[in-house]
């Protein structure tokens, strides 16, 4: 069987400066409190996050427990993450841009995108129907926590 690729790109706009949005975005240790299916985030590598920083999450997906290692791989402060991880049923390569709409609003871009394998190749189409609904989820999530509103 051919695996399907799996490649979803959601995007908001958020009312604060891109320097607020990346701090806390691209910071590992507050992705529990924005994505709704991250349990926990453990720092593999100590210090600042850079370029070969490894983290261990623990997240839900599909009525599942995931635990994977994400490796981060560009690293441009205020512009770009990516990171990802090649453990599991499904490696995913995982991206956050950031770019000013102006000085007040920040657009982040959060994309996903690997080749699932085994009963994930076949379950591709709903892998990413289920991963554009929970992103779409989590970006309303942190746009709310750094808009200052409740979630």
């Not at 996903?112 to 709903?126: C, K, L, Q, T, V």
């Amino acid at each position: 069987m051919v695996a399907m690729p799996v490649d979803v790109t959601t995007e908001i706009v958020i009312a604060r400066p891109i320097a607020d949005v990346w701090a806390y975005a691209s910071d590992p240790t507050t992705a529990p409190q924005w994505y709704a299916n991250i349990d926990r985030v453990e720092l593999v590598t100590p210090g600042r996050l850079e370029v070969g920083s490894r983290m261990l999450f623990s997240a839900r997906f599909l009525g599942r427990t995931l635990t994977y290692t994400y490796e981060v791989h560009e690293l441009e402060p205020g512009r770009r993450l990516t990171m990802s991880t090649s453990e599991g049923p499904f490696p995913m390569t995982t991206t956050y841009s950031f770019d000013a709409v102006d000085a007040a609003r920040t657009r982040m871009t959060l994309r996903n995108h690997g080749e699932p394998s085994g009963f994930g190749a076949i379950a591709a189409p709903a892998m990413s129907m289920a991963m554009r609904r929970a992103n779409r989820a989590d970006l309303a999530r942190i746009r709310a926590i750094l808009e200052g509103a409740s979630s």
